[in-house]
């Protein structure tokens, strides 16, 4: 029977892929490439981190089996919608306190939903009758707060956090010194980045990418698109800071993604 909107219900939502010595990278298959987050998994001796969780159209525990496992603590690397909204399946939910607020009571504007969120980002249902308009943020409060300077320590392997401002007030990131490794968020990908969401700051977020440009980083893995190395790496930061990747309009850049 064919769908309200005509799209099929998928069997499968996610896809797991794995990256590197510990690490996988989950994605939200029927969600469109350019809008969809790069959710990470990392496994410790001790414990596991799933690093963002995707819109949370369909919960992510009950699909991925690895996600079942109780020591895994869900770490935001900021509050948008695209990143933070199977973190409610997750006992410890951890991020940036600026942004405490906004994952206890998610609204369609604190978390950039109502700028992002549009029939033409999925190619398939997640479920029976599924209705963009309905989509809501199931609330997700912080159990823990990480800021500069914290280290999180999985047992065989540690990561250090950067506090990021500029996409928005609590971005943070995720520093592996001995791999030289870094899970950006969404401070830096491979694409045009987002400084003019309604709590971004252009100062502070070309401050963080200048910061970034002194780290011995040499793998990104990062919150949207292809991970990539430390010459992409700088390319992207003085394209960045010559005014080359800001997004400008969110609704002229969608339409012109939609179009390609
Ligand atoms: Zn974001």
Not at 90 to 96: A, K, N, S, T
Request: glycine share 8%; with cysteine.
């Amino acid at each position: 029977m064919p769908k309200p909107n005509g799209l099929p219900v998928a069997r499968e939502w996610y896809r797991v892929a794995a990256v590197s010595d510990g690490i996988s990278q989950i994605i939200e298959k029927h969600v469109v490439p350019w809008m969809r987050c790069n959710i990470f998994l990392i496994r410790g001796r001790s414990s596991s981190l799933l690093l963002d969780s995707g819109m949370g159209f369909r919960p992510i525990r009950n699909e991925i089996e690895a996600l079942r496992d109780i020591h895994i603590k869900c770490v935001c690397t900021h509050c948008h919608f695209d990143h933070t909204g199977c973190a409610h399946e997750f006992d410890v939910r951890l991020g940036h306190a600026s942004e405490a607020q906004i994952h206890a009571e998610p609204d369609p504007d604190s978390t950039c939903a109502r700028a992002w969120l549009s029939e033409e980002i999925i190619t398939a249902l997640p479920n029976d009758g599924f209705e963009i308009a309905n989509y809501r943020l199931t609330p997700a409060p912080l159990t823990g707060y990480l800021d500069e300077g914290d280290v999180i320590d999985l047992g065989d392997r540690a990561f250090q956090v950067l506090h990021l401002p500029g996409h928005s007030p609590g971005s943070i990131a995720l520093y592996e010194k001995s791999t030289k490794t870094l899970f950006s968020g969404d401070a830096i990908y491979d694409g045009d980045l987002v400084d003019n969401a309604w709590h971004s700051d252009a100062e502070a977020f070309r401050e963080s990418l200048r910061r970034l440009r002194e780290l011995p980083v040499e793998t990104i893995h990062a919150g949207h698109f292809p991970s990539f190395g430390r010459q992409r790496l700088l390319e992207l930061i003085d394209l960045y800071l010559a005014g080359a990747i800001s997004i400008g309009d969110v609704h002229a850049w969608k339409a012109a993604k939609s179009d390609t």
